[in-house]
């Protein structure tokens, strides 16, 4: 069965079918001036999605971690209706889920539900977002496991070398914030406060609301007025999106302990937006590709070397390894970038990853959480949430030249983080990077 469904969408990938979710004519309308965007799903799920826009650049870097938190204390401090407990057992009856979570660009809450029990979900859902109690007792254990978890994060060294280079390559800009916090941010929030924060940024002109449900529009715009009523209309709100370079090899050391050491890596990448942006997109993958094939396999110099993008209102290429050879790695990664800068990414590579990357799109948003999920993301960062819905024919018109030369254009200078024996590592191989190789005739 699995093997079926594989070739139905590696068929959908490669020909002009499109994927389920943009099968039934999606649409937006204004709602009391917010957006609401409608995705009829063909099925008995109701997914819905408020967001609130901003991330990181709604608070200062002393208040990292009182959005994230604001949005557990929705669900997890009651309501002035419904104690915490009475609150979850009302939705555990039906199998409604309610929750939120934050996002260096925006939060979300989130009601999944069957369609027939959308009557009972949706008073709770409001109560959630337009009148959470934030009780201080709730509120001080909610915070104790965020404590935990935090400590617990910062013992794990594929984060900690994550933060690490964020914190250097972002200094100064709202990305170095951590959504999540910090220990110290958290340990002195109190539930009034946040409380307080919460309000300022529940604003019509900071949210956007998606529907991915078999939904009469009438019954939406009903339902959406009510939610809206009691939320303010907030100053004109307009997330600010920035480009990052480098503009010189750095290389930053810390020495830590480990069984192995770590290396990171960030880089330029296309604005959200931006004409490129999918080439970038589609070149990083088959990089991934080939630096895995490179590091791993050919060379045995670390188990999971990754490269990815980064995508956000600051959007970057990343590149991660553990290593024991570290000076070894940096070698192999400076020869395979100067090699695709001076020669491009063949058809064949360029082809076979479109097909890739579609089917593992397909396959990512077979769900309505996960179709809203896309939605949300194309109308917040590329301010065109029907990209969503063309992303596949516009991945599949790319040439090999454009994905050749997107890679070409933002592959540069690189910030470097170690984490590990400092004796091991030569800083210089690092910064002297590809850019300064006198046979490489390509700059940034």
């Known amino acids: 069965m699995k093997k079926y469904i594989y070739l139905l969408l590696l068929a959908a990938a490669t020909t002009g079918a499109k994927p389920a979710f943009a099968q039934k004519e999606a649409y937006e309308m204004m709602v009391d001036g917010v957006k609401v965007i409608v995705q009829p799903s063909g099925n008995d799920i109701v997914e ?3 967001v609130i826009k901003g991330g990181v650049q709604n608070y200062p870097a002393n208040k990292q971690g009182i959005e994230a938190m604001a949005m557990t204390a929705l669900t997890e401090c009651g309501t002035l209706k419904h104690d915490k407990n009475s ?51 709730e509120f001080d254990r909610i915070k104790q496991d965020r404590l935990t978890g935090l400590k617990s994060q910062d013992s794990n060294p594929d984060y900690a070398i994550d933060k690490f280079a964020d914190s250097l390559a972002f200094a100064g800009r709202d990305y170095a914030k951590n959504p999540a916090g910090t220990p110290q941010t958290v340990k002195a929030l109190t539930a009034e406060e946040t409380k307080k924060y919460y309000e300022s940024v529940l604003t019509k002109s900071r949210l956007l609301v998606v529907v991915v449900a078999d939904l009469d529009r009438a019954e939406i715009e009903t339902k959406v007025k009510g939610l809206l009523g009691t939320i303010k209309k907030g100053a004109p709100f307009e997330l600010k999106k920035s480009f990052f370079r480098a503009y010189k090899n750095t290389f930053s050391a810390e020495g830590r302990e480990l069984a192995t050491n770590y290396v990171e890596g960030v880089t330029s990448g296309p604005a959200p937006g931006a004409p490129d942006f999918d080439a970038f ?14 590091v791993r396999t050919n060379n045995g110099l670390s188990y999971a070397p990754q490269a990815w993008f980064s995508v956000g209102s600051t959007s970057v290429a990343k590149f991660s390894v553990s290593t024991t050879e570290p000076d070894k790695y940096i070698a192999v990664f400076d020869k395979l970038v100067d090699r695709l800068k001076k020669d491009g990414f063949s058809a064949a590579d360029v082809a076979d990853m479109k097909v890739t990357y579609l089917t593992g799109f397909y396959y990512k948003n077979e769900t309505n959480t996960a179709q809203a999920a896309s ?9 065109n949430w029907r990209r969503s819905l063309t992303l596949a024919e516009d991945v599949k018109k790319l040439t090999p030249n ?19 024996d400092k004796k091991k590592v030569n800083p210089i191989l690092y910064t002297n990077g590809t850019l300064h190789n006198a046979d490489n005739p390509v700059t940034h």
């Open 48 to 50: 819905i999605q408020t």
């Open 281 to 294: 997109n589609v070149a990083m993958r088959i990089f991934a590709d080939k630096h895995f094939l490179d």
């Open 87 to 137: 609150f979850k057992n009302q939705l555990d009856k039906i199998s409604a889920g309610v929750y939120g979570g934050a996002t260096k660009n925006y939060s979300v809450i989130k009601l999944n539900c069957i369609k027939s029990d959308l009557d009972v979900a949706w008073p709770l859902y409001v109560e959630a977002i337009t009148m959470p109690k934030f009780d201080a007792k």
């Open 375 to 383: 939605i949300v993301s194309n109308e917040v960062l590329h301010n």
């Open 402 to 420: 454009q994905v050749s030369d997107a890679f070409r254009k933002y592959i540069g200078n690189i910030v470097w983080v170690y984490q590990g």
